[in-house]
Each structure stands twice: as C-alpha cells, then as structure tokens.
C-alpha cells in the first residue's frame, strides 16, 4: 500500500476498500490476506502502466520503510474474468501478485523469474463508482492512499449482501463488519442519510433496486449465514451470526427511506 501511495497515477486512481481499510481506518480484527482496490480509471488506461509504475517505486518503499534488504517485484497480473475481450467485460478487475525475497538468499532468484514463494494478492476492480473517499494516511510510510469513508464502505456491503441472490456469492463477513462498524459509532441522521444515497446509486449502477424490504428476503440471510463459522479464523472469537444480523439488518431498514425515495 505504501508504494501505490508513492506511485504518481496510481495514487490518483486507486481506492482502498474492503477488509484492509476496515483493518486499517476502522480498526477491525478481521484479518484478511489479500488487498482491495477500486480504480477510478478504465482498464485500457491502468492495465500497462500497473507493472511498470510498482516496480519502480516497491524498491523505494522497502527503504523507506526501514527495510533495506526487502526485495519486492510484481510476479503476474491476471486478467478478470478472463483476458479475452478484458475491456468490454462490464465490471473487469486485475489481480496483480507482488512477490517478496531478502536479499542475497535463494529466494531473489526465485523473485527474479516470478515464481517467489512469499506473494500477496491485490485485487483491483474497475467501473464500481466510488462516491466519497478519505485520504488514509499510513504510519510509518509517510505516504497517505485514497480509502473508502465508512458511509462508501457500508453502503457498498449492503449492495453486496442484496446481491448475493443474483451473484450466488455467500457474503458472510460483510455481516459481521457492518456490526461491527455499528459497535463503533453512533449514525446521526446525516449519516444514514449519505448511506442510503450511495447505496441507491451503487445498486442502480448494477440493475438492482434497494427497497427497505429487501434485505428480508430469506436468501439473502441463507446465504450470509454459510461459512459463518469459517469467519473464527480470521477473528477468533466469534459473535452468534443472528446477532450480528439483526444488528446489520436493524441499520438497514432504519435508513430514511421514505425521504429519499421522495428526493428522488
């Protein structure tokens, strides 16, 4: 992440989302192994420069970071859902595996011809409009990246929740980080406000229509429920899931509806 905010476009284009920023801006103990971004430029504009842009800087950020001997290098980019006609796809997105090796040992060769043993993913997703974003400012790099606000975030976990039915996606940690967003603040009227507008936008950008209703359809918490369990190993100890849900689904049906829908 520090060198996306040291490189000069991607900086500008990138937004972090999904369970890095609630790690890093909201203080989450879900712990997850890859990193989200949001692109705000097209794919034909971001997909040539991704390689050349982070192999520049990731050397910098080792050393600016206090480690000299850390060498990083993007070993693939996978093209998402799949190369052919990549651009036309309505909602792309690009994997990008950045791999890591310490100096002088075996493992820089394997870095060298991108097979390194120790990688992580970071997953970018292009045409999901981003309505409000914050300047997240990372300790230690002296370099901030564009994140989610908590309005964008919970908004786009309701957009995921309503859309598991058609997607046949289980979302289940998108139930326990919307509790646990609500466990740590207090929504005033304004809030729930920004919500329920971003939330409106994403779902018309993908054909669905939000109604308060909605997130009682039997599926939906079906669906949120599996795996449920599969959530202690990221967090450890593990909140009942009908908790958690009722807290989620509480927040939903609480936004102003009536008003917005009037606005609109």
Wanted: proline share 4%; charged share 30%.
């Amino acid at each position: 992440m520090g060198a996306i905010g040291l490189a000069p476009s991607l900086s500008k284009t990138l937004v972090l989302k999904g369970g890095a920023v609630m790690a890093l801006a909201f203080k989450s103990n879900r712990v997850t192994g890859d990193v989200d971004f949001t692109s705000m430029a097209e794919p034909a504009d971001l997909t040539e420069k991704i390689i050349t842009e982070l192999n520049e800087v990731l050397p910098r950020t080792a050393i600016k970071l206090g480690y000299p001997d850390l060498l990083c290098r993007v070993q693939s980019v996978k093209k998402m859902p799949r190369a052919e006609n990549f651009e036309d796809h309505e909602f792309p997105a690009l994997r990008v595996r950045i791999g890591s090796a310490k100096r002088g040992t075996g493992e820089e060769a394997r870095l060298a011809d991108g097979k390194a043993s120790r990688v992580l993913d970071v997953e970018i997703s292009f045409r999901d409009q981003v309505y409000a974003f914050q300047e997240l400012n990372l300790h230690g790099a002296g370099v901030a990246v564009r994140a989610f606000t908590i309005h964008e975030l919970i908004a786009e976990k309701f957009r995921a929740l309503l859309q598991q039915t058609i997607r046949k996606r289980n979302r289940r940690q998108d139930v326990y980080d919307i509790a646990f967003l609500i466990g740590e603040h207090d929504f005033s009227g304004a809030d729930k406000t920004a919500i329920l507008t971003t939330l409106i936008e994403k779902c018309r950008s993908r054909g669905i229509e939000a109604k308060p209703e909605s997130m009682d359809d039997p599926e939906i918490k079906q669906r949120a429920q599996a795996d449920w369990e599969t959530l202690a190993l990221e967090i450890g100890d593990l909140p009942p899931f009908e908790e958690r849900f009722a807290l989620m689904r509480d927040l939903y049906v609480s936004l102003p509806w009536g008003s917005i829908k009037k606005a609109l």
